[in-house]
């Protein structure tokens, strides 16, 4: 881990973000001056002042308390979205490229291909609204279309290892087909799920905030980031300070996350290591 | 009672599920996506009305992002491991580190309200399509940037570049004509790719300007549960995805003619 941030003080900065932001959302409960649901009307839209760091929203509810919360929304999101789809997609992808034959084209041609037909997030919208919002619903939708992303790391990946001769050895010294597959190929595939997860990170906080943003995403009045900044875009003229704090808090965390992944694959990688 | 009963034959309800599927796909190939829950019309109509103001969204974003993406791609490339190298390598982890609904409210107040500068939104004439363009196309123009430089870097090394500079070509010669015109292939490939997640931050651009285009309208389909209209809009931006791609196959072979399909 020491020679990861030790010439590279992008990701350190990276790092102390990514960690000063889990912590955040961890002891938000414990932090937040205020109720983050509590409405003080009469200062509604207040710019920040002593009392209100961030300032007030519509409703006079505490920015400061709602972003701290928020970061507690975005991260449980990130966090669950990129183990489940982690998960499930390592699972799947590496069984299919283990396996091979038709199990793998069933799995790669109809069943990755055909989500990947879809752009993006409109998949997850599409789920989202006939599904109907909710952190369990948007949970849903984000690993419905993320674990595609690991599947195909996945595969490759154990196509690629289970070649190698450490592989035939073990299936040499007569161990089944399944305890290669668990305790041989896929340990060895863990590095890049690992940058592909700090990633992931990243782009599922920003679906989170991106279907929350369109009103599909966390129900209110959870205080979620996307859904902040839609409140904030109804008052850019009297109260910009709504969107301006929501997408500082947004942007140092896809970029912490970013930059780790970055960090990561550069560690990794020995070719990148040199130059 | 009966006013349910009638509903639920008008929508085929009442019909077996497949039968229902085999309904909507025949109507499909025939050009037909529905009736509208919410206004009746059809729903191909109400495509086809803000279908062209979503690619010209899509055109002009892409457009801005290779104007930004080229020039500052070959830049970092040549002048790698310097200051403007650095400067751009900033620019472009922020780019893509910027979601478009972050980077539009934050243009708007910069530009719309505090500069006066450009109208916050609609879709009325070039100057409306500035904003929305910007705010759909930084995240590709960050992302094809980093392309343009890593595959400069590769290209400016290549024996056929040492060739043209020992020519005595000029080096905007050996570097526009010759370097970046190889350095540009895997360049396609990924916009064609990034062409996706471009229709789906339309989605949110749409939104935020209130551009009358097709995402904005899957939007106001979603809130008004007009799943017939929801549906045809999704399946139409996934067709044009595919389309896109499909083009990009094409056009890949025809730069680089080693390539066949």
Same mark, same amino acid.
């Given at each position: 881990?020491?020679?990861l941030?030790?010439n590279?003080?992008?990701?350190?900065a990276?790092?102390?973000?990514?960690?000063?932001?889990?912590?955040a959302?961890?002891?938000?409960? $414990?932090?937040i001056?205020? =109720?983050?649901?509590?409405?003080?009307?009469?200062?509604?839209l207040?710019?920040?002042? $002593?009392?209100?760091?961030?300032?007030?929203?519509?409703?006079?509810?505490?920015?400061l308390?709602?972003?701290?919360?928020?970061?507690?929304?975005?991260?449980?999101?990130?966090?669950?979205?990129?183990?489940?789809?982690?998960?499930?997609?390592?699972l799947?992808?590496?069984?299919?490229?283990?396996?091979g034959?038709?199990?793998?084209?069933?799995?790669?041609v109809?069943?990755?291909?055909?989500?990947?037909?879809?752009?993006?997030?409109?998949?997850?919208?599409?789920?989202?609204?006939f599904?109907?919002?909710?952190? =369990?619903?948007?949970?849903?939708?984000?690993v419905?279309?993320g674990?595609?992303?690991?599947?195909r790391?996945?595969?490759?990946?154990?196509?690629?290892?289970?070649t190698?001769?450490?592989?035939?050895?073990?299936?040499?010294?007569?161990?089944?087909?399944?305890?290669?597959y668990f305790?041989?190929?896929?340990?060895?595939?863990?590095?890049?799920?690992l940058v592909?997860?700090?990633i992931?990170?990243?782009?599922?906080?920003?679906?989170?905030?991106s279907?929350?943003?369109?009103?599909?995403?966390?129900a209110?009045p959870?205080?979620? $980031?996307?859904a902040m900044?839609?409140?904030?875009?109804?008052?850019?003229?009297?109260?910009?300070?709504?969107?301006v704090?929501?997408?500082?808090?947004?942007?140092?965390?896809?970029?912490?996350?970013?930059?780790?992944?970055?960090?990561?694959?550069?560690?990794? =990688?020995?070719?990148?290591?040199?130059? | 009672?009966?006013?349910?009963?009638?509903l639920?034959?008008?929508?085929g309800?009442?019909?077996?599920?497949?039968?229902?599927?085999q309904?909507?796909?025949?109507?499909?190939?025939h050009?037909?996506?529905?009736?509208?829950?919410?206004?009746?019309?059809?729903?191909?109509?109400?495509?086809?009305?803000?279908?062209?103001a979503?690619?010209?969204l899509?055109?002009?974003?892409?457009?801005?992002?290779?104007?930004?993406?080229?020039?500052?791609?070959?830049?970092?490339?040549?002048?790698?491991?310097?200051?403007?190298?650095?400067?751009?390598?900033?620019?472009?982890?922020?780019?893509?580190?910027?979601?478009?609904?972050?980077?539009?409210?934050?243009?708007?107040?910069?530009?719309s309200i505090?500069?006066?500068?450009?109208?916050?939104?609609?879709?009325?004439?070039?100057?409306?399509?500035?904003?929305?363009?910007?705010?759909l196309?930084?995240?590709?123009?960050?992302?094809?940037?980093?392309?343009?430089?890593?595959?400069?870097?590769?290209?400016?090394?290549?024996?056929?570049?040492?060739?043209?500079?020992?020519?005595g070509?000029?080096?905007?010669?050996?570097?526009?004509k010759?370097?970046?015109?190889?350095?540009?292939?895997?360049?396609?490939?990924?916009l064609?790719?990034?062409?996706?997640?471009l229709?789906?931050?339309?989605?949110?651009?749409?939104?935020?300007?209130? $551009?009358?285009?097709?995402?904005?309208?899957?939007?106001?389909?979603?809130?008004?549960? =007009?799943?017939?209209?929801?549906?045809?809009?999704?399946?139409?931006?996934?067709?044009?995805?595919?389309?896109?791609n499909?083009?990009?196959d094409?056009m890949?072979?025809?730069?680089?003619?080693?390539?066949?399909?």
């Amino acid at each position: 881990m020491k020679e990861l941030f030790r010439n590279n003080k992008l990701a350190l900065a990276g790092f102390l973000i990514a960690s000063f932001l889990v912590a955040a959302a961890l002891l938000a409960p $414990w932090l937040i001056p205020y =109720d983050p649901a509590g409405q003080e009307l009469p200062s509604r839209l207040a710019g920040p002042s $002593w009392h209100h760091p961030f300032g007030n929203d519509e409703l006079g509810r505490d920015i400061l308390s709602r972003l701290l919360m928020g970061a507690r929304v975005s991260m449980r999101v990130g966090g669950t979205v990129v183990l489940l789809s982690g998960v499930v997609g390592v699972l799947i992808g590496g069984l299919a490229g283990y396996v091979g034959g038709k199990l793998d084209t069933f799995v790669t041609v109809i069943v990755i291909d055909s989500l990947m037909a879809f752009p993006g997030i409109l998949l997850a919208i599409a789920l989202v609204a006939f599904l109907g919002p909710g952190l =369990d619903r948007t949970i849903f939708a984000l690993v419905v279309i993320g674990w595609v992303g690991y599947a195909r790391l996945a595969r490759g990946q154990v196509l690629k290892i289970k070649t190698l001769e450490f592989v035939e050895a073990a299936r040499a010294l007569g161990a089944t087909s399944a305890r290669v597959y668990f305790l041989h190929v896929l340990p060895s595939i863990i590095q890049p799920v690992l940058v592909q997860a700090s990633i992931g990170m990243a782009t599922a906080v920003l679906a989170e905030a991106s279907l929350s943003f369109l009103g599909l995403g966390i129900a209110p009045p959870a205080p979620s $980031w996307g859904a902040m900044l839609n409140d904030g875009r109804n008052h850019l003229f009297d109260a910009p300070h709504m969107v301006v704090f929501p997408s500082i808090a947004l942007v140092l965390t896809v970029l912490s996350f970013n930059i780790l992944a970055d960090a990561f694959r550069d560690w990794l =990688d020995p070719k990148s290591l040199k130059s | 009672m009966t006013e349910v009963a009638r509903l639920r034959h008008e929508l085929g309800l009442d019909r077996p599920v497949l039968e229902q599927y085999q309904a909507y796909i025949t109507n499909l190939f025939h050009g037909n996506l529905g009736v509208s829950f919410r206004d009746q019309q059809p729903v191909a109509a109400s495509i086809r009305l803000r279908y062209p103001a979503t690619i010209e969204l899509a055109v002009a974003a892409l457009i801005f992002s290779l104007l930004f993406a080229v020039p500052a791609g070959v830049i970092g490339a040549i002048r790698k491991g310097r200051a403007a190298d650095r400067g751009l390598g900033v620019v472009s982890l922020l780019g893509v580190s910027l979601p478009n609904f972050a980077l539009g409210p934050l243009l708007i107040l910069l530009f719309s309200i505090e500069l006066g500068l450009l109208p916050v939104s609609g879709r009325d004439g070039i100057l409306h399509l500035i904003l929305p363009a910007l705010t759909l196309g930084m995240g590709l123009a960050a992302m094809t940037m980093r392309m343009v430089r890593g595959s400069m870097l590769e290209e400016i090394h290549q024996d056929y570049v040492r060739t043209a500079r020992a020519k005595g070509l000029r080096e905007r010669t050996v570097l526009f004509k010759h370097a970046l015109r190889n350095g540009l292939i895997p360049v396609i490939t990924v916009l064609g790719l990034q062409m996706g997640s471009l229709l789906a931050g339309a989605v949110i651009t749409e939104t935020i300007f209130s $551009w009358p285009g097709l995402g904005r309208l899957t939007i106001q389909a979603i809130n008004a549960r =007009d799943y017939p209209l929801a549906q045809g809009c999704i399946l139409t931006i996934s067709l044009t995805y595919i389309l896109i791609n499909l083009l990009t196959d094409v056009m890949y072979s025809v730069v680089d003619p080693r390539i066949r399909l």
